[in-house]
Each structure stands twice: as structure tokens, then as C-alpha cells.
């Protein structure tokens, strides 16, 4: 029998952070609180502007912090809308392609 332990704990955390984004989105951050995301640009069903694909063409990290917008949560994918240089922009983004 081969244990496959690297997957194991991939789903375990993405586990952690799909029940993360489910306290944010219930009662936001607080007290200073931040999280910083980083996730694959590049991998499928990845959606963002694509003059951030141009400028992150592998992976990128995000912050929430004080300004998000759109926030919601699915069972593979998480949506949200953040500011760059002032100009609002939807992000869908899997949690198989959070690194």
C-alpha cells in the first residue's frame, strides 16, 4: 500500500482555507487582521484580468485586507473583487491553484 502523504495534506489545507474564507465571510476581518493568498495564474479555470495574467504569468499573491468587495465562496473556487492601482477586478480563483 502506497500513502500518497503530499495529497493528503494539499486537500487537508485546502480544507483550512475554504473554512478561513467561510469565518471572513461571516464576520470580515478584524483588528488588523490580513490574509495573504498566493495561487498558480496559469492554472486551468483561473480567472483574472488579463493584463494581471501579462504582469503574473506564473503565480501572483494577494492580500485581503481592509477593501474587498464580491467575496464568495463555492465548494472548488472562491470570487472576489479587488482594488490594483485603483481599478477594481474580479478574481475566481480554484483552491487547487492556491500554492
Given at each position: 500500500m502506497k500513502i500518497d502523504y503530499s495529497q493528503?495534506?494539499?486537500e487537508n489545507m485546502?480544507?483550512?482555507?475554504?473554512d478561513v474564507l467561510k469565518i471572513i465571510d461571516k464576520e470580515g476581518l478584524k483588528e488588523g487582521h490580513h490574509l495573504f493568498i498566493t495561487f498558480k495564474t496559469n492554472y486551468p479555470n483561473v480567472k483574472i484580468p488579463s493584463w494581471l495574467k501579462d504582469k503574473f504569468p506564473n503565480e501572483m499573491t494577494i492580500?485581503?485586507?481592509y477593501e474587498y468587495w464580491?467575496?464568495?465562496i463555492t465548494k472548488n473556487y472562491f470570487k472576489i473583487t479587488l482594488s490594483f492601482k485603483g481599478i477594481k477586478s474580479d478574481l475566481?480563483?480554484?483552491y487547487d491553484s492556491v500554492i
Open positions: 493528503i495534506l494539499k485546502i480544507n483550512v482555507l475554504r492580500v485581503m485586507q464580491n467575496f464568495r475566481s480563483i480554484p
